[in-house]
C-alpha cells in the first residue's frame, strides 16, 4: 500500500507511547490519522500537531467504538489502515499474599477480566469493525488489496514472567489470533499482521527508578538498550507499505528472551 492523503487511518491508544509514534509517522507519510484513546488532553494535542483528529473511545465499550469510528470516518472518510496500540499490562501473581496477614488469596477475576477485554476483546472489536468498513472500499492495485492491520501484542505472548499470566493471555490471544483473522479477510483484500515488542521506552517504563530501567536495558542481548517508539513505528509502517507480508507476527525485541522475574 502506498501512503499519502488519500489513504486514512486509525491508530488506538494512539495518545502516548507506540501509538503516538505511529500516528506521527503515518501522518508524515501523508496519511490522514485519527486517533483513539481515552486521554482527550494529550490526543487532542497530538492531533493538532499532525493535523489529524481526535476521537475519544474506550475500546471496551460498543458505542463507544462505533462513535470513534463514525467521527474518524465523519472527518476523514473509511479507513484503510488500523493499527491498534491500546492496552494494559496488568502485574499479579496467580496466588498472592496478604500484605497484612500472609494468607494465601487467588488472582483478582476482575483485573484478569480487564486484561483480557482491553488488550484482547478491544483489539478484536476494532479489528471487526474496521475490516468491514474496508470491505466497502475498491481495491486500491490489482492484486485487489482494500487495507492493512497491524496490531500489538508482546514478547510476554511467548516469555510470560511471573505476575504477566493476565498479560501473557491477553497478548497470547492476540499472537493466536492474527492468522485465523488474516484468513477470514483474505477475501476481501485486508492484511493483518502483528507485532510483538520487547522492552520499550514508554510512558509507563519513564515512570521506573533510573537503575531499573538501566538493569532492563543491560539484559537486551544487542543493541544493549531499550526499544525507541520510532521502531516500532517503522515496522508497522514496513507491514503496511509491503503487500506480500500477511497473518504475520514479529518480534521486535533486540533478541531478548524474557527470564521468569
Same mark, same amino acid.
Given at each position: 500500500?502506498?501512503?499519502?492523503?488519500?489513504?486514512?487511518? !486509525?491508530?488506538?491508544?494512539a495518545?502516548?507511547?507506540?501509538g &503516538?509514534a505511529t %500516528? @506521527?509517522a503515518?501522518? /508524515?507519510? $501523508?496519511?490522514?490519522v485519527a486517533?483513539f484513546?481515552?486521554n482527550a488532553?494529550a490526543?487532542?494535542?497530538?492531533?493538532k500537531e499532525?493535523?489529524?483528529v481526535?476521537?475519544? !473511545?474506550n475500546?471496551?465499550?460498543?458505542?463507544?467504538?462505533? &462513535?470513534?469510528f %463514525? @467521527?474518524?470516518?465523519? /472527518?476523514? $472518510?473509511?479507513e484503510?489502515?488500523?493499527?491498534?496500540?491500546?492496552g494494559?499490562?496488568p502485574a499479579?501473581?496467580?496466588?498472592g499474599?496478604?500484605?497484612?496477614?500472609?494468607?494465601?488469596k487467588p488472582h483478582?477475576m476482575?483485573?484478569?477480566?480487564?486484561a483480557i477485554a482491553?488488550n484482547?476483546?478491544g483489539?478484536?472489536?476494532?479489528?471487526?469493525?474496521?475490516?468491514a468498513?474496508m470491505a466497502?472500499?475498491?481495491?486500491?492495485?490489482?492484486?485487489?488489496?482494500?487495507?492493512?492491520?497491524?496490531?500489538t501484542?508482546?514478547?510476554?505472548a511467548?516469555d510470560?514472567?511471573?505476575?504477566?499470566?493476565?498479560?501473557?493471555?491477553?497478548k497470547?490471544g492476540?499472537l493466536?489470533?492474527?492468522?485465523p483473522?488474516?484468513?477470514d479477510?483474505?477475501?476481501?483484500?485486508?492484511?493483518?499482521?502483528t507485532?510483538?515488542?520487547g522492552?520499550?521506552?514508554?510512558?509507563?517504563?519513564a515512570?521506573m527508578?533510573?537503575?531499573?530501567?538501566d538493569?532492563?536495558?543491560a539484559?537486551?542481548?544487542?543493541?544493549k538498550?531499550?526499544?525507541?517508539a520510532?521502531?516500532?513505528?517503522k515496522?508497522a509502517?514496513?507491514?503496511?507499505?509491503t503487500?506480500?507480508?500477511n497473518g504475520?507476527?514479529?518480534r521486535?525485541d533486540?533478541?531478548?528472551?524474557?527470564?521468569?522475574?
Amino acid at each position: 500500500m502506498k501512503l499519502d492523503s488519500s489513504i486514512a487511518a !486509525v491508530v488506538t491508544g494512539a495518545a502516548s507511547g507506540l501509538g &503516538a509514534a505511529t %500516528a @506521527k509517522a503515518l501522518a /508524515a507519510s $501523508g496519511v490522514k490519522v485519527a486517533i483513539f484513546d481515552l486521554n482527550a488532553e494529550a490526543g487532542e494535542a497530538l492531533a493538532k500537531e499532525i493535523g489529524g483528529v481526535f476521537c475519544e !473511545v474506550n475500546v471496551t465499550d460498543e458505542a463507544s467504538t462505533d &462513535a470513534g469510528f %463514525a @467521527k474518524a470516518r465523519k /472527518a476523514h $472518510g473509511q479507513e484503510r489502515i488500523l493499527v491498534n496500540c491500546a492496552g494494559i499490562a496488568p502485574a499479579m501473581k496467580t496466588v498472592g499474599k496478604d500484605r497484612e496477614t500472609g494468607a494465601r488469596k487467588p488472582h483478582d477475576m476482575a483485573y484478569f477480566e480487564k486484561a483480557i477485554a482491553i488488550n484482547l476483546v478491544g483489539t478484536f472489536r476494532c479489528i471487526a469493525k474496521s475490516a468491514a468498513g474496508m470491505a466497502t472500499l475498491d481495491p486500491l492495485d490489482d492484486n485487489g488489496e482494500r487495507g492493512a492491520i497491524v496490531n500489538t501484542a508482546s514478547v510476554a505472548a511467548q516469555d510470560g514472567q511471573i505476575g504477566q499470566a493476565a498479560y501473557a493471555a491477553s497478548k497470547g490471544g492476540v499472537l493466536a489470533m492474527t492468522l485465523p483473522v488474516a484468513r477470514d479477510l483474505m477475501s476481501e483484500g485486508i492484511r493483518v499482521n502483528t507485532i510483538l515488542p520487547g522492552i520499550f521506552e514508554t510512558p509507563m517504563m519513564a515512570g521506573m527508578p533510573q537503575n531499573v530501567q538501566d538493569a532492563l536495558a543491560a539484559s537486551v542481548p544487542f543493541p544493549k538498550r531499550l526499544g525507541k517508539a520510532e521502531e516500532y513505528a517503522k515496522l508497522a509502517l514496513f507491514m503496511i507499505e509491503t503487500s506480500y507480508m500477511n497473518g504475520e507476527s514479529v518480534r521486535l525485541d533486540g533478541a531478548i528472551r524474557m527470564p521468569p522475574r
